[in-house]
C-alpha cells in the first residue's frame, strides 16, 4: 500500500499528472489575462516529452554525476513532501507528528538543488542565477515559515494534518489567519520564482537563469519539479488556510481541486499585473512587509489561543 | 566578491540584434562599461553606390525594419536637393502622415518591448495588440505593414483617398483611449515605477556632450526636436508641441514616448482635416547632378542624418546614413554606470536601440601588432579560411569531416 | 501609485476574444491593395525592361521570345515587394499586384517563376 501511495496516488504519478494541467491552467489563464489565445491542453505533456527525446548535454566543467542526479533528487523531495499534505480529508496518506516542519524543509531542498545545478553548470548566467536563487531564498523562506507558524501554534501542534483536522473542527479560528495566507501567496510567488519575484531565472536579464545549461532529460526533470511545487504549495495552504473538507472522498476531492485551483488562479493573477523586481527590491519587500505581517499573524494567533 | 567583467552579448535574450557590453561587475553592481558595436555590418551603404538611385531607395528603406519610412524619405529629399526638385506640397502632406503612423507604431513597439525587459508581459502583449491597429492601417494605405515603399524620387506613390481618410479617423479614436491607458499606466504602476525612477540616468549636460538625440535626450530635458528645429516635409505647417521631461532617467523616457504618441494622433488628425490637393510627384531625371546635400529627420529613435554625393550618372557617389542609435549609443555606456546587473535589459531598451540599423563602417584591429585598418573581401575571406584552417576545419574537405 | 494596476484590463481581457489570429487555420482577409505577388499580362508588354531596370535585386527578368513576344520570370526569393518594378512599367494593363504572399518553397528551381496573369 505505501509503495503505491508513493508511485501513483498521491505521490509521483498523481501529481506529475496534475502538475502539467496546473501548468496549463497558469499558461492558457496568463495568456487570456494577455487577451492571447493559449496554448491548448496538451501543450504542457508535449513539451515534457519532447524535452525527453532531446540530446543532454553536459557542460564539461561540471561535475557530470551531480549535474544529471540533482533532477531527480528535486522531484524525489516534491513528491516527499506532497505525501505529508492533506489532500481530500484532513488525514494525509503518512502524516507524522512534526511533518510539516519536514515539508517545508524537503521544499526548501528544490532551490538548493537549483543553487547547486547553477553553480555546478559553472556558466556564467547559471552562476549568477544560482546565487539570486540563494538570496531569494533568504528573503521568502522566513515569511513562509512564520505564516505557517501562527496556526501550528494555535493548535498546538506541527502536523498539517493534524492543523487541518483542528481548523475543521472550529472553523471560526481560520479567519484570524488571513494576514497570513496573504503572506502565504505571496512569500510563495517568490519560493516558485514566478514574477515579480522571478529574479533567479529573469529571462531577459539571464537568459535562464540556474537552468541555463540544462537540456533534454535532466531539464524535462527540473520543469516536472517545478509544476510539481506549482501543486504542493497551493495544497499545504489550502489545507490550514481554507480548512474545507468533507467525509466523502469525492466531494473531498473536488473540493481540494477548487481550493488549489482558486490559489491557482491568484498566483496567476499576480504574475500577470506586476513587473520583475530587483533582487534587493524583493528582499526588502519580504522583510520590511511581509515579516512583520507574519509577527503579527502570530501575536493574533496567540491572543486567540485565549479563546480556545 | 571580487571584481569581474562579464560580456553582455553579442547573443543575450535581452538584445534584439547583436551588440556586446563588455560590464565590470563589483557584486551586481556595474562599475564600469565598454559598448562594442559592429557585429552586424551589411555594406549597405557600398551598396548603394554600385545601384542607381530607384533601387537605392529601396535598399535604404531596408536599413531599418522599424524606421523605414524615416531612412528613405531622409535620403529621398537629399536626392531631392541634389537633384533641384520641388515636391509637391500633397506628397509632403502624405509623407509626413506615414512618418507620424511609423512614430506611433515604432513607440508602442518601444512600450512592449520595455514591459517585456521588465518581466511585465501583460503590458507587452497589450501593447502589441494595439500596435496591430496601426500596422493594419498602414498595410491599407501603403500596401505593406513594414517597408512601405510610399516614397518615390520626387514624391509619393500612393494616395490618400477619402476612403481611407475614413479607415483611418475611428482607429485614431480607438488609440486615444489606449495611450490615455498607457499613460496612467506607466505613470501610476508601483512595480513598474520601482523599476524605472532613477535608473540609468543621463543628465542635462552628459546628454549634451554625448550627443544624445530624440526622447533620450528630451527625457534628460534637452529641448532639441528636429521636427521644430530644422522643419522639413510638412511639419512647417503643423502645430504641435515637443515633449521635455526632466526625470532623465527610464522613466522619464518612457513618458516622453507615451505623450509623444499623443502628439502624433493630434498631428495625424491635423492632417487629414487639412490634407492640400495637387499632383503627387515631379519627375526626378534619372542622371543626377553633381552636387552634395544633407537631410536631418527627426526619426522615432532620435536624429536621422543622410549625406549624398552625386556626381552626375544615375549612380550615387557616396551615400552615408547616420541612425539615431549611433548617436545614443555612446551614452548607454555612461547611463550603465553605477546600476544593477538586473537594469541592463531595461537601460539598453530604454534608448530603443536599433544596432543592425547603426552598425555602417567596421576598422580591422590587429591585436598582436595593434594596427587598424580595412580589409577587402578577398583579404577578409582569406582571413576566415585560414582561421578555420587553424582550428582543423577545412573548407574544401568540409562534406567528409560532418 | 498602485500595484497591479493593470488588473481591471486583464479580467476584462479574460473575458474578451483572444486577439490571437488563427493562421494558418484561419486566414485574415488580404486588403485589396496589398503588394503581393506580381501578376503580367504578356499581351501587353511592350518589352521596354523598364521593370529589370529598375528592380532593386535583380528579381524580374523579361526575356524575347519571339516576334514582339515576352516572357517574364521572376525569382521569388530574390524579390523583396517593393512594387518598383508596376511603379516603372509605362503601361498600365502589363504588370500588376496581386494578394498572393504563401510563396516559401523548398529548391531554388521552385523559386523561380514564370510570371502569368491568371496567378
Redesign the interface.
Known amino acids: 500500500m505505501a509503495i503505491l501511495s508513493i508511485l501513483i496516488f498521491p505521490g509521483f504519478l498523481f501529481l506529475a499528472f496534475y502538475g502539467t494541467v496546473f501548468e496549463f491552467i497558469d499558461r492558457k489563464?496568463y495568456?487570456?489575462?494577455?487577451?492571447?489565445?493559449?496554448p491548448p491542453w496538451y501543450q504542457p505533456i508535449a513539451d515534457f516529452i519532447k524535452l525527453l527525446g532531446k540530446e543532454t548535454i553536459v557542460p564539461n566543467e561540471a561535475n557530470r554525476t551531480v549535474f544529471l542526479l540533482l533532477p531527480v533528487v528535486t522531484v524525489a523531495a516534491v513528491t516527499t513532501a506532497f505525501l505529508s499534505v492533506p489532500i481530500w480529508s484532513t488525514q494525509a496518506a503518512m502524516p507524522f507528528s512534526g511533518d510539516m516542519i519536514v515539508v517545508l524543509v524537503l521544499l526548501t531542498i528544490c532551490p538548493l538543488t537549483f543553487f547547486i545545478a547553477g553553480w555546478n553548470s559553472s556558466s556564467?548566467y547559471s552562476t549568477?542565477g544560482s546565487q539570486r536563487v540563494l538570496t531569494q531564498l533568504f528573503a521568502y523562506e522566513v515569511p513562509l515559515l512564520m505564516s505557517l507558524i501562527g496556526p501550528a501554534i494555535l493548535t498546538g501542534s506541527w502536523s498539517l494534518s493534524e492543523i487541518a483536522a483542528f481548523y475543521v473542527d472550529k472553523p471560526l479560528f481560520a479567519l484570524f489567519n488571513l494576514p497570513g495566507f496573504v503572506v502565504a501567496i505571496l512569500a510563495g510567488q517568490g519560493k516558485l520564482e514566478r514574477?515579480?519575484f522571478?529574479?533567479p531565472d529573469?529571462?531577459?536579464?539571464i537568459?535562464a537563469g540556474a537552468f541555463t545549461e540544462y537540456s533534454g532529460r535532466p531539464y524535462a526533470f527540473f520543469r516536472l519539479a517545478i509544476d510539481m511545487e506549482l501543486v504542493v504549495l497551493p495544497a499545504i495552504f489550502g489545507a490550514v488556510f481554507i480548512p474545507i473538507f468533507s467525509a466523502n472522498l469525492f466531494v473531498g476531492f473536488a473540493l481540494f481541486v477548487v481550493k488549489t485551483v482558486v490559489i491557482l488562479l491568484v498566483l496567476t493573477?499576480?504574475r500577470?499585473?506586476?513587473?520583475?523586481?530587483?533582487?534587493?527590491?524583493m528582499v526588502k519587500f519580504c522583510w520590511m512587509f511581509l515579516v512583520p505581517l507574519a509577527l503579527l499573524q502570530i501575536l493574533i494567533n496567540l491572543f486567540a489561543k485565549g479563546l480556545i | 566578491m571580487a571584481k569581474v567583467t562579464i560580456p553582455l552579448g553579442p547573443q543575450h535574450p535581452a538584445l534584439k540584434e547583436p551588440a556586446n557590453f563588455a560590464l565590470s561587475l563589483d557584486g551586481e553592481r556595474i562599475i564600469g562599461a565598454a559598448v562594442n558595436l559592429g557585429y552586424n555590418h551589411r555594406g549597405i551603404e557600398k551598396a548603394c553606390e554600385s545601384r542607381n538611385y530607384t533601387q537605392t531607395l529601396y535598399l535604404i528603406e531596408r536599413i531599418c525594419g522599424i524606421c523605414s519610412h524615416s531612412h528613405s524619405t531622409a535620403f529621398a529629399r537629399a536626392v531631392e536637393e541634389v537633384a533641384g526638385v520641388e515636391v509637391p506640397i500633397r506628397a509632403e502632406w502624405i509623407r509626413t502622415l506615414v512618418a507620424e503612423l511609423e512614430r506611433l507604431h515604432s513607440h508602442m513597439l518601444w512600450l512592449g518591448v520595455a514591459g517585456h525587459e521588465l518581466g511585465f508581459d501583460t503590458l507587452f502583449m497589450v501593447s502589441w495588440r494595439d500596435r496591430e491597429l496601426v500596422l493594419d492601417l498602414l498595410s491599407k494605405i501603403t500596401g505593406n505593414r513594414v517597408n512601405y515603399g510610399v516614397n518615390k524620387l520626387g514624391g509619393v506613390r500612393c494616395d490618400i483617398t477619402q476612403e481611407h481618410i475614413d479607415l483611418i479617423k475611428p482607429v485614431l479614436d480607438q488609440l486615444d483611449e489606449s495611450i490615455k491607458y498607457y499613460i496612467e499606466l506607466v505613470t501610476n504602476e508601483r512595480t513598474l515605477a520601482a523599476r524605472m525612477l532613477g535608473v540609468g540616468t543621463l543628465n542635462y549636460d552628459d546628454a549634451v556632450a554625448y550627443g544624445a538625440s530624440g526622447p533620450v535626450a528630451r527625457a534628460a530635458g534637452v529641448n532639441r526636436d528636429t521636427r521644430r528645429d530644422d522643419p522639413y516635409a510638412a511639419y512647417p505647417e503643423i502645430p504641435f508641441n515637443v515633449i521635455i521631461d526632466d526625470h532623465a532617467d527610464v522613466y522619464g523616457r518612457a513618458v516622453v514616448r507615451a505623450l509623444e504618441l499623443v502628439e502624433s494622433v493630434k498631428i495625424i488628425r491635423f492632417i487629414l482635416d487639412n490634407l492640400p490637393d495637387g499632383p503627387l510627384e515631379t519627375r526626378v531625371p534619372r542622371r543626377i547632378p553633381e552636387g552634395e546635400a544633407f537631410s536631418r529627420y527627426e526619426a522615432p529613435r532620435g536624429e536621422d542624418v543622410h549625406y549624398i554625393k552625386g556626381n552626375g550618372t544615375d549612380k550615387p557617389e557616396r551615400v552615408k546614413v547616420r541612425a539615431p542609435t549611433m548617436a545614443n549609443a555612446a551614452s548607454v555606456a555612461l547611463m550603465l554606470q553605477g546600476s544593477y546587473l538586473a537594469d541592463v535589459p531595461i537601460i539598453v531598451a530604454a534608448i530603443d536601440p536599433c544596432f543592425s540599423c547603426t552598425d555602417r563602417t567596421i576598422s580591422v584591429v590587429d591585436y598582436s601588432s595593434g594596427r587598424e585598418g580595412t580589409l577587402d573581401w578577398q583579404a577578409l575571406r582569406k582571413y576566415s579560411i585560414d582561421w578555420y584552417r587553424s582550428q582543423g576545419i577545412a573548407f574544401d574537405d568540409l562534406s567528409r569531416r560532418m | 501609485m498602485k500595484t497591479g494596476k493593470i488588473l481591471p484590463k486583464a479580467i476584462k481581457n479574460l473575458f474578451s476574444k483572444p486577439a490571437t489570429s488563427e493562421y494558418p487555420a484561419k486566414k485574415d482577409a488580404i486588403f485589396d491593395d496589398y503588394r503581393g505577388l506580381i501578376a503580367y499580362n504578356a499581351e501587353a508588354c511592350i518589352g521596354c525592361m523598364s521593370c529589370k531596370r529598375d528592380c532593386p535585386t535583380g528579381a524580374i527578368d523579361i526575356e524575347k521570345v519571339g516576334d514582339k513576344q515576352y516572357k517574364a520570370t521572376l525569382r521569388i526569393d530574390r524579390c523583396v515587394f517593393c512594387g518598383q518594378c508596376v511603379e516603372s512599367c509605362p503601361r498600365d494593363d502589363a504588370l500588376w499586384y496581386t494578394s498572393e504572399f504563401e510563396l516559401a518553397g523548398l529548391t531554388k528551381d521552385a523559386m523561380k517563376i514564370d510570371v502569368l496573369s491568371d496567378r
Open positions: 489563464v495568456a487570456r489575462l494577455q487577451n492571447r489565445k493559449g556564467l549568477i514574477v515579480p522571478d529574479t529573469a529571462e531577459t536579464e537568459v493573477a499576480i500577470a499585473i506586476t513587473a520583475r523586481l530587483r533582487i534587493e527590491q
